[in-house]
């Protein structure tokens, strides 16, 4: 297993591309310490967005998770070209005339789409556990590591849509072709749900409960949005007398379907390797 | 003799078309092989299904007797394939060092193996700023990281000017000099003829021959004489029962044999005779000759 990665992590040491856009990634991880310092000043109001209790623990475990996940994009783009590279340069028929079996080559891709989401999720973890020291109102250890959860759901969200990646690279072999259908699956599930939604199931939940087993809805269900839970919005909704009733939580369910999902797309990648001529 | 490599009904087909019709050969340890055949006469798919790249429809291959999973054998196998595929972000060393961790070798070969291809002085230039010759080079340098069992090289010169082609050739006999065995796969007969010691012959898929080179046909060579009397020397030499055929070309006589003789025996006959060589040269047909004297007779068959 140490060898799959020591292969996978020397072809990707000496790509300047892929070094420049991992690097990016966890440089704007960091940059969500930067919200902390925007501030208003309108006249007399004066704003800032720290004190808005987004860095209180737990809370800040929901948000930065949901932040950060939103930068995924930058790993997707060095997964995929690391999929798609190895057919564009043909070095893919190489490595197995070398003697690497396809089911290795897979294993050390998807080993690598693990590791990539580890590393994240512990940089997320470190930056947040820092953040939230500086500014959390309270700091009691019981407190700061409840709704660990959340980071947990983040690994598994990471891993499940970098699966995705590597499949679509395997699947389309160029990489810009490759982030498009991505882009196109995501409409492609908007649209389904839409139709779902609004013709066959109308007035009912049925189409929600539909959505949720899709590759990219499930993930992106994994952690909801943050903000309708920060105080200062609840208030406000209060104030205009509708109240925000949301499942914030993180359900067993829910991560067995991108579990599950993410096991399909390893599988499939093997699948299409071993059935292609190269 | 130890088996390297043994195919068995090996077949491919791409849907209607049967790209390898059930072939089958052995190569022994030792011995330098040709895979000869026209362009598309399945050469590369042959070899594509024996290094785990192209799916075969049905038959057999073993490597080293058949214990060892393909992939696993592989690794005691340098192979190169008509276009050299390295990372072109990397350098030679690095691309170099990727395939020992591949091949789970040491990595201490790289500078000796750069050296044998010349290659030392380039070996921190990525792999993208090399010529076709250079590349071409690079990847017999990485097939040869694991000391192989067997080289096989498909097309080695294809595309290569003819200082490229010399080079490679030169590689290649060092090579087999050293007792390596080796599978070359080609449509260029002279190059086959220069390196192989044994040669399977293909077209359309299926196979002609195999065996030793100079076992094709069961000819015995002819004579290229010369002499003053050019008349005197046809004449005599139909007359001769050894001599199958003769005929007259740019002055020089051309007789095909019908046994083995040698040179010295129809110069001994001819002098009795009353005449004397200015020219006498015996030769074996080559294997370009051989070949389309083959392929003339499976097309006619």
């Known amino acids: 297993m140490l060898r799959l990665l020591e292969i996978e992590y020397h072809k990707l040491r000496y790509s300047r591309s892929a ?31 720290a004190d808005q209790g987004i860095f209180n623990f737990p809370y800040i475990w929901h948000f930065n998770s949901y932040i950060a996940a939103l930068l995924k994009l930058f790993l997707a783009i060095v997964i995929v070209s690391m999929m798609s590279n190895e057919y564009t340069n043909r070095t893919l028929k190489q490595n197995l005339i070398d ?9 050390s891709k998807f080993l690598t789409v693990t590791v990539f989401s580890l590393i994240s999720t512990l940089f997320l973890f470190v930056v947040s556990l820092i953040l939230g020291l500086s500014f959390s109102d309270f700091t009691e250890v019981s407190i700061i590591f409840s709704d660990m959860e959340y980071m947990i759901a983040y ?31 995501w409409i492609l599930e908007s649209i389904v749900y839409g139709v779902l939604k609004w013709k066959i199931f109308r007035d009912s939940e049925i189409a929600d409960n539909i959505a949720r087993f899709f590759p990219l809805e499930s993930m992106s269900n ?18 205009v007398g509708s109240e925000i009733e949301k499942d914030y939580g993180i359900h067993w369910y829910q991560l067995i379907i991108v579990i599950i999902w993410t096991a399909i797309f390893v599988f499939l990648s093997y699948k299409l390797l071993k059935k292609r001529d190269l | 003799m130890e088996t390297i490599l043994s195919l068995k009904d090996l077949t491919k087909k791409y849907g209607a078309l049967t790209a390898v019709d059930s072939l089958s050969f052995t190569i022994e340890k030792g011995n330098v092989y040709g895979i000869l055949g026209p362009n598309g006469s399945g050469k590369s798919t042959t070899l594509g299904m ?10 057999e291959f073993a490597w080293f007797g058949g214990n060892t999973e393909t992939h696993e054998a592989l690794k005691k196998v340098g192979a190169i394939i008509e276009h050299p595929n390295f990372y072109p972000y990397m350098t030679a060393v690095q691309n170099l060092a990727l395939v020992c961790k591949i091949k789970d070798v040491p990595s201490d070969k790289i500078e000796e193996k750069l050296e044998i291809v010349n290659l030392l002085d380039r070996k921190d230039s990525k792999f993208k700023t090399f010529s076709l010759g250079m590349k071409q080079r690079l990847a017999i340098a990485s097939a040869l990281l694991n000391d192989p069992e067997i080289l096989i090289l498909d097309e080695p010169t294809n595309g290569l ?22 599978l070359l796969a080609s449509h260029l007969l002279d190059e086959v003829e220069k390196v192989c010691s044994h040669v399977v012959i293909i077209r359309n898929g299926k196979k002609l021959y195999s065996g030793p080179v100079d076992a094709i046909n069961a000819s015995h060579g002819f004579f290229e004489l010369q002499a003053k009397n050019m008349q005197l020397l046809q004449e005599l030499l139909i007359a001769h029962p050894g001599i199958e055929n003769v005929s007259e070309k740019e002055n020089v006589v051309t007789a095909i044999l019908k046994e083995p003789m040698d040179a010295e025996t129809i110069n001994e006959y001819l002098f009795e005779k009353g005449l004397s060589l200015s020219y006498l040269v015996k030769r074996k047909e080559s294997l370009e000759e051989q070949f389309l004297e083959l392929t003339k007779q499976t097309s006619s068959a």
Request: with cysteine; aromatic share 14%.
């Open chain 1, 19 to 49: 070094k420049i856009l991992v690097l990016t990634y966890f440089i704007l991880i960091t940059f969500i310490a930067l919200i902390a310092s925007i501030e208003f000043n309108l006249g007399a109001i004066n704003f800032r967005v």
């Open chain 1, 99 to 107: 003697g690497l079996s396809k089911k290795e080559f897979i294993a």
């Open chain 1, 155 to 185: 690994f598994v969200k990471l891993t499940g849509f970098f699966a995705f990646c590597m499949f679509l690279g395997i699947l389309i072999k160029r990489s810009a072709f490759a982030l498009g259908f991505l882009f196109i699956w």
């Open chain 1, 222 to 239: 994994l952690i909801k949005e943050p903000f309708s839970r920060l105080s200062a919005v609840q208030t406000a909704a209060t104030q």
């Open chain 2, 50 to 59: 024996v290094l785990n790249v192209v799916n075969k429809t049905s038959g």
């Open chain 2, 161 to 182: 000017d003819p200082q490229g082609i010399h080079q490679i050739r030169e590689i290649i006999r060092k090579i087999a000099a050293g007792g390596t065995t080796i």
